[in-house]
């Protein structure tokens, strides 16, 4: 468990806007839950009224879980990572995130952010 004084033990590194530079930046969580130094479980309540914490965790966890499956050693994409934010009501929305195998389904709506993880060692 990482209470929300302590960074993850991984990192992003993000373009913004396409931009060719690349912009650290080590990830807070109010509440985190690490396996084998990768977030499985995140908790984020809300500190905006318009919901950034949200977004960002969504954007976090996304890139988590696809770090989690080019980690793993069968190559197989199993990994998946549950977030949970509480709104300004109290109100728990709960996402689970994985990644899909390709091939296996109907293409959707695909949404490509740019971001990259490294990991770090305390």
Known sequence: MLPSNRSWPMGLLISVNGALELHQYTPHSDFCIVVK???VLLLEVTSDKDRVDEHR???QASCVVRLGNALLKDKSPKFVLKAIYV???YN????TFYQREVGLHSPGKTINFLAYCWMTRS
């Open 57 to 59: 965790m969504i954007l």
């Open 37 to 39: 130094d990768l977030p």
């Open 87 to 89: 709104d300004e009501g």
């Open 92 to 95: 728990a929305v709960e996402h």
